[in-house]
Every structure is written in structure tokens, then in C-alpha cells.
């Protein structure tokens, strides 16, 4: 009966004190937030993941894309990107993406020549993009009635600078808007537009498969040079900035940060261009094979139970033997994680994206907190009767 009482003691402890945790993390966030001393703290915590390692050494499966080619426009004049658009439309590609815009008015002759050339390619799609909440196209010149357009912003709520998720549709009371992989999307026939709206007007982590690695890229120069350019039929071609010359590693002109970055922690230089970042998210559309993102509230159920199963397994060694928990706690500090993050590299080879963030912390404060938690226990019993499974 005694050995009964105990376990329950154990259990009921390990409750508390997890709670306790839970209590202590969330009044450490808060001070992280609202102090802007921590300011910088608080970006690198937005900037990083645990699964960021999945991209960043390589455990993903490259797959190239045949059907979605890259034309890098580098630093051509309208008339050239006219000609080239002239180009493409004569292998019938199934939609042309234009991922620049055309805020202002230059010379007659190059605009008439791009308008003329924009308003005669079939399957367009020509980017947008959002700034204070108000959706900005390219200068009215260049627009013809009934054109398909899609946003180009990757993180709408600005909270992070890494492009892990992608919205394929952004709605509000307001306004309606698909993105530009997604309208790309619609348009080559890949899902209709209902299935756009429907199933992508949430965040979902993009599914990378290799960058510019992916996808066959042309230099402006060789599509208006080349005459076997077959490879454009019933391809997704799109017009975008991929560095002067292509591929040019110290351009970081239109370049972000992406998981695939090998230093995921401190990064200082962006790695991938966006309209390769355009090509993977339209890749996700068209092979269906993206992730599946876990709710916000079935993460913080995984990381409350780790926790809670840590600190069980703390109390259950520091009632053993104090010292050996001393020793043993930071050992657990590191193994657990290790467990966690491994979990969630395995959840992402079968599709799933778990963010185990909150986890790691928790269970790394949690076992910290133990300690403290005997404290309170005695600072508790000195004024009321409280039964422990630490103490007694």
C-alpha cells in the first residue's frame, strides 16, 4: 500500500512540477517579447528550428524537376524580356510566371515592345506583392483586364526571416489573393482553383528538394540565342533574378534565407533565390507531396508530455540518489533532445513536420526545475501539510 501511495506521489509531483515549467516558460517568454534588451534574442529564437538540420545536412531526397524551368533575366532591358517572352510562347510552355514588376514608366519604345509582348503570352501570370496590407502590381501600363496575378511575399506576418512555410491563398475581409506559385499552380492545370483556396489558405512548410539544384535554369542570353529550346514545351517557365552571372554566390540581390542553409545557426548571408523559392513551393502544388504541418496545440501536447516524462525520470533518479542526479541531469539535458529532434527528422521523411522547438526547451527546463520545485515544496510544507513524494 505504501509502494502504491509513492507511485502516486511520484506521478502527482512529476504533474506539478511539469506545470510548474510550463508556469516558469511562459513568464520567460513574456520577459522575452516585451524587454527590448532581448530583442535580439528573440529573432534568433524566430530564426531557428531543430528541423532546419533536416535540409541543412543534406538527410532530404534531391529530386530534380523537368517540367518547371528558370529563366534568369539578370539585368536585361524591357525590350529583351519582351523578346524573350515572344520566345517562350512559341513552345506553347502550360504557364509563364513573370516574378518582377514593372513599377514605373521608362522609354516608349522598350514599353510598348514589354506591353505588347505580356498581353500576347498565353497562360501569364505576372507578380504582386503586399505592403501595409495594400496589394501592389506592376505600373498600370502593363496591366490588361482579367490578368492572373499572385502575391510574391513569402512571410506576410514578418515574424521571421527564414522561408520554412508558404500561403497559397491569403483572404480577408477585405481582399482575396493567390499566390504566385499558386496562381502558377491554377493556371498549368496542376489543382483547380477551388482546391487552392481551400487547402492552402494556412501556412504549410515547404517541402524542398534541392534549390537551384532542382530546376533547369536558362541565362535570358541563351533563350533568345537558342533555337532547340523544346525543353519549354509543356513546361512552367519562369522569369526571375538569379544573379549576374547565373548562379553568381555573392549577388544577394532577391535572395532569402532558407533552411537549405548549411550555417543554420548565426546566418549572415542568404542562400537561395526567390524565384527558385517560387519553383519549389509550385513543385510542392504540383507533386502533392508536401508536408503535413502538426497543429499548434498537438506540438504543445508532445512537448508537455516529454516533459512531463523527463521530470518523471529526474525525480525518480534524484529520489535514488541526489548525487547521481546531479551528475545524471545533464546528461539527460542532452540525450533526450537528441531523441526529440531525431523523432522529428524521421516524422519529416514520412511527411510530417512537427516543430520540437518547445519540446527541447521544456525538457531542458524542466529538468532544471526540479530543484526548484523541491524548494517550493518546503517552503509549502513550513505552512501546510503537503505530502511529497521528494521529501518524505
Same mark, same amino acid.
Not at 506591353?115 to 501570370?125: C, E, H, M, R
Given at each position: 500500500?505504501?509502494?502504491?501511495?509513492? #507511485?502516486?506521489?511520484?506521478?502527482?509531483?512529476?504533474?506539478?512540477?511539469?506545470?510548474?515549467?510550463?508556469?516558469?516558460?511562459?513568464?520567460?517568454?513574456?520577459?522575452?517579447?516585451?524587454?527590448?534588451?532581448?530583442?535580439?534574442?528573440?529573432?534568433?529564437?524566430?530564426?531557428?528550428?531543430?528541423?532546419?538540420?533536416?535540409?541543412?545536412?543534406?538527410?532530404?531526397?534531391?529530386?530534380?524537376?523537368?517540367?518547371?524551368?528558370?529563366?534568369?533575366?539578370?539585368?536585361?532591358?524591357?525590350?529583351?524580356?519582351?523578346?524573350?517572352?515572344?520566345?517562350?510562347?512559341?513552345? #506553347?510552355?502550360?504557364?509563364?510566371?513573370?516574378?518582377?514588376?514593372?513599377?514605373?514608366?521608362?522609354?516608349?519604345?522598350?514599353?510598348? #515592345?514589354?506591353?505588347?509582348?505580356? #498581353?500576347?503570352?498565353?497562360?501569364?501570370?505576372?507578380?504582386?506583392?503586399?505592403?501595409?496590407?495594400?496589394?501592389?502590381?506592376?505600373?498600370?501600363?502593363?496591366?490588361?483586364?482579367?490578368?492572373?496575378?499572385?502575391?510574391?511575399?513569402?512571410?506576410?506576418?514578418?515574424?521571421?526571416?527564414?522561408?520554412?512555410?508558404?500561403?497559397?491563398?491569403?483572404?480577408?475581409?477585405?481582399?482575396?489573393?493567390?499566390?504566385?506559385?499558386?496562381?502558377?499552380?491554377?493556371?498549368?492545370?496542376?489543382?483547380?482553383?477551388?482546391?487552392?483556396?481551400?487547402?492552402?489558405?494556412?501556412?504549410?512548410?515547404? @517541402?524542398?528538394?534541392?534549390?537551384?539544384?532542382?530546376?533547369?535554369?536558362?541565362?535570358?542570353?541563351?533563350?533568345?540565342?537558342?533555337?532547340?529550346?523544346?525543353?519549354?514545351?509543356?513546361?512552367?517557365?519562369?522569369?526571375?533574378?538569379?544573379?549576374?552571372?547565373?548562379?553568381?554566390?555573392?549577388?544577394?540581390?532577391? @535572395?532569402?534565407?532558407?533552411?537549405?542553409?548549411?550555417?543554420?545557426?548565426?546566418?549572415?548571408?542568404?542562400?537561395?533565390?526567390?524565384?527558385?523559392?517560387?519553383?519549389?513551393?509550385?513543385?510542392?502544388?504540383?507533386?502533392?507531396?508536401?508536408?503535413?504541418?502538426?497543429?499548434?496545440?498537438?506540438?504543445?501536447?508532445?512537448?508537455?508530455?516529454?516533459?512531463?516524462?523527463?521530470?518523471?525520470?529526474?525525480?525518480?533518479?534524484?529520489?535514488?540518489?541526489?548525487?547521481?542526479?546531479?551528475?545524471?541531469?545533464?546528461?539527460?539535458?542532452?540525450?533526450?533532445?537528441?531523441?526529440?529532434?531525431?523523432?522529428?527528422?524521421?516524422?519529416?521523411?514520412?511527411?510530417?513536420?512537427?516543430?520540437?522547438?518547445?519540446?527541447?526547451?521544456?525538457?531542458?527546463?524542466?529538468?532544471?526545475?526540479?530543484?526548484?520545485?523541491?524548494?517550493?515544496?518546503?517552503?509549502?510544507?513550513?505552512?501546510?501539510?503537503?505530502?511529497?513524494?521528494?521529501?518524505?
Amino acid at each position: 500500500m505504501a509502494s502504491q501511495n509513492s #507511485s502516486i506521489l511520484w506521478f502527482t509531483d512529476a504533474l506539478w512540477c511539469t506545470i510548474f515549467t510550463c508556469v516558469i516558460s511562459v513568464l520567460l517568454a513574456y520577459l522575452f517579447v516585451n524587454i527590448s534588451i532581448l530583442d535580439p534574442f528573440t529573432k534568433a529564437f524566430q530564426d531557428f528550428e531543430f528541423t532546419d538540420v533536416y535540409y541543412a545536412h543534406n538527410f532530404y531526397n534531391k529530386q530534380p524537376e523537368p517540367e518547371i524551368v528558370v529563366v534568369n533575366v539578370e539585368h536585361a532591358d524591357r525590350f529583351a524580356i519582351a523578346q524573350a517572352l515572344q520566345k517562350i510562347s512559341e513552345f #506553347s510552355p502550360k504557364a509563364v510566371g513573370v516574378d518582377l514588376l514593372f513599377k514605373e514608366r521608362k522609354a516608349d519604345f522598350l514599353d510598348e #515592345s514589354l506591353k505588347t509582348a505580356l #498581353s500576347q503570352t498565353p497562360n501569364l501570370v505576372k507578380a504582386a506583392y503586399f505592403e501595409d496590407g495594400k496589394l501592389q502590381k506592376s505600373h498600370s501600363y502593363f496591366q490588361v483586364p482579367e490578368e492572373e496575378t499572385g502575391f510574391i511575399n513569402f512571410n506576410l506576418d514578418g515574424e521571421s526571416r527564414v522561408v520554412r512555410d508558404f500561403l497559397g491563398y491569403y483572404e480577408n475581409e477585405e481582399q482575396q489573393e493567390p499566390s504566385f506559385a499558386g496562381q502558377l499552380a491554377v493556371v498549368a492545370g496542376y489543382i483547380s482553383e477551388s482546391q487552392l483556396q481551400e487547402n492552402f489558405n494556412t501556412t504549410i512548410p515547404v @517541402k524542398y528538394t534541392g534549390g537551384a539544384d532542382s530546376f533547369l535554369t536558362l541565362s535570358i542570353d541563351e533563350v533568345l540565342d537558342r533555337d532547340d529550346l523544346n525543353v519549354l514545351e509543356n513546361s512552367v517557365v519562369l522569369l526571375g533574378y538569379t544573379g549576374t552571372p547565373t548562379g553568381n554566390p555573392y549577388d544577394v540581390e532577391d @535572395k532569402h534565407f532558407t533552411p537549405l542553409n548549411s550555417q543554420f545557426a548565426g546566418r549572415s548571408i542568404p542562400d537561395t533565390y526567390g524565384v527558385y523559392i517560387h519553383a519549389s513551393i509550385l513543385q510542392n502544388l504540383k507533386s502533392g507531396s508536401g508536408f503535413t504541418k502538426t497543429p499548434v496545440w498537438l506540438s504543445r501536447a508532445i512537448a508537455f508530455l516529454f516533459c512531463y516524462l523527463s521530470i518523471l525520470l529526474g525525480m525518480y533518479i534524484y529520489k535514488k540518489n541526489a548525487v547521481a542526479f546531479d551528475l545524471s541531469s545533464k546528461l539527460l539535458q542532452l540525450l533526450i533532445p537528441v531523441i526529440i529532434l531525431y523523432l522529428a527528422l524521421m516524422l519529416m521523411d514520412a511527411q510530417i513536420y512537427l516543430n520540437v522547438l518547445t519540446a527541447v526547451v521544456l525538457v531542458i527546463l524542466g529538468l532544471e526545475c526540479i530543484d526548484f520545485y523541491i524548494y517550493l515544496q518546503e517552503f509549502i510544507r513550513k505552512r501546510y501539510p503537503w505530502k511529497s513524494y521528494l521529501l518524505d
